[in-house]
């Protein structure tokens, strides 16, 4: 087993949708397929094919987007 450095990123989306509070339930998929393609292109813009693993947490209180990755020190 080995130590890694862990880091995340936090994204937080607020605000309304016409009458409606902004949450898990009440945001598209399309809006988060946009989302996950501009985090991995702002994370990785060169070398997304041998990038760490990045998983992916949703959380309430808004819609909380939470990426976790192993820290690549150079």
């Given at each position: ?16 949708k ?20 501009t ?28 990426f ?7």
């Open positions: 087993m080995t130590l890694e450095n862990k880091g995340y990123i936090e994204i937080k989306i607020t605000g309304k016409g009458l409606l509070d902004i949450s898990p339930e009440t945001y598209d998929i399309s809006e988060l397929r946009k989302l996950l393609d985090f991995e292109d702002l994370l990785f813009p060169e070398n997304q094919k041998t990038r760490p693993l990045v998983s992916y947490e949703v959380k309430d209180g808004s819609v909380r987007h939470l976790k990755t192993s820290v690549m020190l150079t």
